[in-house]
C-alpha cells in the first residue's frame, strides 16, 4: 500500500508562486510514475504533469508548460510541483497520483491507483 500526501497549497494572489509537494510512504513509493492533477468546482479531473521513477521523464499539460515544472526527490520519497506565474484559471484541489509504470506517462485519471487527499490553491485576480 502507498499512502500519499500533499501540501503547499494557499491562497495567493495572481503572479505569484507556489511549491507543491507530494510526500508518499509504503512499499516502492520512489520507483513509480508520479502525476498531479487538479480539479476544479464542476470540473472533470484534469492532468497537470508527470515524471517518471528516475526523473529522465517530465510531461505536461499545454495549459501549464513553461509556467510549472515537475520534480522528484527520491531519497525523500517526494515529488514536487513549482508553479510560477499563477492565474486565477489554476485554481482548483491539486491531487498527486502514483501509477504502476515506471517510465510511461498517461494523462488519464483512471491509469493511476494511488491518490492523495488534495490540497487547495486558488489564485486570486
Known amino acids: 500500500q502507498v499512502q500519499l500526501v500533499e501540501s503547499g497549497g494557499g491562497l495567493v494572489q495572481a503572479g505569484a508562486s507556489l511549491r507543491l509537494s507530494c510526500a508518499a510512504s509504503?512499499?516502492?513509493?520512489?520507483?513509480?510514475?508520479v502525476g498531479w492533477f487538479r480539479q476544479a468546482p464542476g470540473n472533470e479531473r484534469e492532468f497537470v504533469a508527470g515524471i517518471s521513477w528516475n526523473g529522465a521523464i517530465t510531461v505536461y499539460a499545454d495549459s501549464v508548460k513553461g509556467r510549472f515544472t515537475i520534480s522528484r526527490d527520491n531519497a525523500k520519497n517526494t515529488v514536487y510541483l513549482q508553479m510560477e506565474a499563477l492565474k486565477p484559471e489554476d485554481t482548483a484541489v491539486y491531487y498527486c497520483?502514483?501509477?504502476?509504470?515506471?517510465?510511461?506517462?498517461?494523462?488519464?485519471?483512471?491509469?493511476?491507483?494511488?491518490w492523495g487527499q488534495g490540497t487547495q490553491v486558488t489564485v486570486s485576480s
Open positions: 497520483a502514483q501509477a504502476l509504470l515506471r517510465g510511461l506517462i498517461r494523462t488519464s485519471p483512471s491509469d493511476y491507483v494511488y
Open positions: 509504503g512499499r516502492s513509493s520512489s520507483t513509480y510514475v
